[in-house]
């Protein structure tokens, strides 16, 4: 991804290009370009006559595939962006327009041919939501298909053209109905009828997406087999024992499988082959004519595996396992997947009253993130994929959680987590809003009438075996979930956990809802999540929550470059808010869903402007998640098991609960997680000022050094401790009280900073945290009149879109505050994004230098300089040597 520029129409198509990528094996094309798109309404013809070659497209329009009507609407320029000011209220809504204005015809022309006894297969990854398939004059599917997250498969051998030259035509409908957005989540509640996604008609943290995501959404691709197609090929990895990584490992056992279809009219032999590292096993099968089996084959043992491990405990190691169906040993089809060798198991904890994750034998305390969406309009890429996991790895994270209005995530997201480490909960497609937990006065039905949801059970359950299907080789998927805050009906959790998760996978604890007692046993009442706001600091710490919180979040706005994008210039305004509610007095502020910091920005000094209220929120952002993470990790195995933060990113331009926006622009909160969440970390309680240490790796640490330094406003130090520490795995301890010393610095009048270091045998840093605190009344006072900071910097290129900066705060010099780096456009100054960080907003105390290193994978300019902002250091631009 280039430089991100300010136009958002122009990010969002750069995005839907961004789609055509497509990695498959070679034997598969993608039908991702030379698609023509037309209404329902303008066009009267037939399937039958639209799906001819002859058939003139006369005033079709170019379309973009994989993608749904909006976005193409968008991308033609018929519609404004929806995600930029009140552009969304200016699209109209298929519930006041009808379903019918949102159908549209997709065609593809495409040369294909089968040669010999080759037979040709067509698949859809997702269509939104039903639709009907034309090939070259006659109609594909004996009825017509049903289903969001349902993939379709065809076998067209008969029907392509013997010239092959082919058309394919798709009409596509929406989900029925298409629910009312009424302002209630998920609208009216009934867009839950449908086995699709609920947030399309409107959320909290949403407006309604106007088409409810119509469309063609996800690949359609062409396959080439000979007379017998692989499909669905499973791997199930067994790790015994407790393990350690890095280490030499007993040997893990690797059992395989697959379906193979015969779609020919006379038996077909030969044999299924599986290999992995060198490692094969085979199976001679007889497949009947016309019929589909499930093969399972011979056990692989793997010796001393490397093994796969969560972010932060180990390496992400991964195999190739090659699946081959031969035919008089010719291959017929194959199928490469990626494995990683690991076992998830959970026991239950009786102090805490809550599951804990064991990897390999290890437990492991879950430090996650809530995840809607890649983007709200489903402009998917890989690319987007990577850079957003990235993220949540940079945060320190180890778990991500598909919250349960949304999708089945797809491979390529599977495939960013599985290289990351992040372990996954992914839900399936109810919530306690749509789906009748609650009274609420925004639905059109009562609870009884929406606990059935969806209308059609069935197709619920087809749909969730296929997704199993999709996603389930994926060392990252860790944990099924039945729903967000509410169990499936009766008939469709039973199904799910009794039959379809125990066939088809097999391996993965099935949680029935995201706060069920089985996960988390609510002792304290309420809902068993939350809060989701504005806290003061040490709430984190003092006050004991639910023990394994599957959604606590707060604020998260961005920076005044963040905001402007999405902006318009009228709306710039200083969030004013309103008591008792979460409104503001700016319509464009309200309609992106903010919420409010209270007066947490005005213990900074009340904000002038747009800008330095932006600016003031960051110090909050960094403050608040650092504070969440450093308190429920201090409390592990004794209070909690894990805590998953609500939530960690955004699909549109919202402006809360993020740490970074939809543009891929980090916010302070990402390195306020970053420094709380480490491995290896010195933490302060902000209310007791007690110094702990927090170990989540497992070994002891027997040889650290604890150095704490105190240093008022003008820069002056005093060392508090400098002492030998030990600690324990998977553990915290608590080391001693900076309370008084912190009170000699001044720190009631003024405020005082903390600077925590671990350090190792040969007096390397392994761990910095550096801390501001207010006066005794609250206020930082002292960060108010600070003297300028005389920050030195100088950034050289040490690779393809690799810089690094130094730092250097001299001596004598006050603390250089605060200070915030980003790689922008030599002439436009505008930010190059993504951009990946080893750190960001840090502050360098009197006499200390570092080395920041920055990286722009996704840029195809280098032409950078590196622009720095601090709290007491005004922006400046600085050359790339």
């Known amino acids: 991804m280039c430089t991100i520029k300010i136009k958002i129409a122009e990010i969002a198509i ?27 309404e303008q066009v009267k013809s037939s399937g039958e006559e639209i799906s001819q070659v002859g058939y003139r497209l006369r005033g079709w329009q170019t379309a973009i595939v994989p993608g749904t009507v909006l976005t193409n609407l968008l991308e033609q320029g018929e519609v404004p962006d929806p995600f930029y000011g009140m552009n969304n209220e200016k699209i109209k809504d298929i519930y006041e327009t009808g379903r019918d204005h949102y159908t549209y015809w997709f065609v593809n022309d495409f040369n294909k041919k089968a040669k010999g006894e080759e037979q040709v297969w067509l698949h859809f990854r997702g269509v939104n939501y039903s639709c009907d398939v034309f090939l070259n004059g006659q109609k594909v599917n004996d009825e017509r298909h049903y289903g969001m997250f349902l993939r379709q498969t065809y076998n067209i051998t008969k029907l392509l053209a013997t010239n092959g030259n082919n058309r394919l035509a798709v009409i596509v409908y929406p989900v029925d109905p298409v629910g009312n957005p009424n302002g209630g989540q998920g609208g009216d509640g009934e867009i839950a009828r449908n086995v699709s996604h609920q947030y399309v008609a409107g959320w909290d ?8 995501n119509t469309g063609i959404w996800d690949q359609v691709t062409l396959e080439t087999t000979q007379l017998v197609n692989l499909q669905n090929p499973h791997a199930i990895t067994r790790v015994s024992g407790i393990r350690f990584p890095g280490k030499k490992q007993q040997p893990a056992q690797i059992q395989t499988s697959a379906e193979l279809v015969n779609p020919t009219n006379k038996t077909v032999n030969g044999k299924l082959v599986a290999e992995l590292d060198g490692i094969k096993v085979e199976q001679a099968v007889s497949l009947p004519a016309n019929s589909t089996q499930l093969v399972k084959l011979p ?21 190739k396992l090659s699946m081959k169906f031969l035919q008089n040993d010719q291959v017929a089809d194959e199928e490469t997947i990626t494995v990683g060798i690991r076992e998830i198991q959970r026991q239950w904890n009786d102090r805490t009253r809550s599951m804990e994750i ?80 609650w009274m609420d006065p925004k639905k059109k039905h009562d609870q009884w009438i929406r606990r059935q949801y969806p209308d059609d059970h069935h197709l619920f359950i087809q749909s969730a075996a296929d997704a199993v299907k999709l996603i389930r080789n994926h060392p990252s998927l860790a944990m099924w979930c039945g729903g967000n805050e509410i169990k499936p009906p009766v008939d469709i959790l039973e199904t799910l956990r009794d039959s379809v998760l125990k066939k088809l996978d097999g391996t993965r604890w099935f949680i029935e809802y995201s706060n069920s007692d089985s996960m988390s046993y609510n002792f304290l009442g309420g809902n068993g999540d939350g809060p989701y706001g504005i806290q003061p600091d040490s709430i984190f710490w003092q006050h004991r929550t639910w023990p394994f919180n599957s959604e606590v979040g707060s604020v998260g706005v961005g920076d005044a470059e963040s905001l402007l994008r999405f902006l318009p210039e009228e709306n710039q305004v200083i969030p004013t808010e309103k008591r008792g509610t979460e409104s503001v007095s700016d ?43 450093e308190g429920f990790s201090a409390h592990m195995w004794d209070w909690y098991t894990g805590t998953i933060i609500w939530k960690t990113q955004n699909p549109w331009t919202a402006l809360r609960g993020q740490m970074y926006d939809y543009f891929l622009d980090p916010n302070a909160g990402l390195f306020g997680l970053r420094t709380g969440s480490k491995s290896l970390q010195a933490v302060c309680n902000p209310a007791t000022k007690m110094i702990s240490i927090v170990n989540n790796g497992f070994e002891s640490e027997n040889d650290l050094m604890l150095v704490a330094k105190a240093y008022d406003m003008e820069g002056n130090e005093q060392l508090i401790t400098q002492v030998f520490v030990y600690i324990g795995p998977t553990t915290s301890k608590k080391i001693l009280s900076v309370n008084s010393a912190l009170k000699r610095m001044g720190g009631e009048k003024d405020g005082s900073f903390l600077l925590l270091q671990l350090q190792n045998h040969q007096q390397k840093v392994v761990a910095e945290n550096f801390y501001w605190f207010p006066n005794a009344e609250g206020n930082y006072s002292g960060l108010q009149s600070i003297s300028k900071s005389k920050l030195e910097v100088s950034a050289k290129k040490t690779g393809k879109n690799k810089v690094v900066v130094h730092l250097k705060n001299p001596s004598g010099a006050p603390v250089a505050f605060f200070n915030r780096l980003a790689i922008v456009d030599a002439k436009s100054h505008e930010r190059v994004l993504p951009v990946f960080a080893n750190d960001n907003y840090n502050s360098l105390v009197p006499g200390s230098e570092k080395t920041i290193e920055l990286e722009c994978p996704q840029s195809d300019n280098t032409n950078w300089e590196i622009s720095i902002e601090g709290w007491n250091f005004a922006k400046q631009y600085f050359p790339v040597q």
């Not at 943290?205 to 409810?212: E, G, K, N, S, T």
């Not at 869903?593 to 920005?601: E, L, Q, R, T």
């Not at 800008?611 to 998640?625: G, M, T």
């Open 14 to 40: 750069l995005l839907a290009i961004m789609t055509s990528t497509f990695r498959g094996k070679a034997s598969e094309q993608e039908l991702s370009s030379d698609w023509k798109m037309a209404s329902m």
């Open 205 to 212: 943290w949403i407006q309604p997406v106007r088409d409810r």
């Open 299 to 319: 056990e692989l043992l793997v010796e001393n595996p490397k093994l796969w491990w969560p972010n932060g405990y180990g390496s992400q190691n991964l195999y």
């Open 358 to 437: 064991l990897v390999n034998g290890q437990k492991v305390f879950i430090k996650g993130g809530n995840w809607i969406i890649s983007d709200a309009m489903l402009r998917f890429s890989p690319e987007r994929y990577d850079a957003e996991v990235r993220y949540h790895r940079d945060m320190n994270l180890n778990l991500i959680r598909i919250w349960g209005g949304v999708l089945a995530e797809r491979p390529e997201f599977y495939e960013a987590c599985d290289k990351y480490g992040l372990l996954v909960i992914q839900d399936f497609w109810m919530s306690g809003d749509c789906n009748g937990r």
């Open 587 to 629: 319509p464009v502020w309200t309609y992106h869903k903010y919420i409010g910091y209270g007066n947490s920005i005005a213990a900074y000094g009340e904000a002038s402007n747009m800008e330095d209220f932006a600016r003031k929120a960051q110090l909050v952002n960094y403050n608040q998640y650092r504070a969440l993470i």
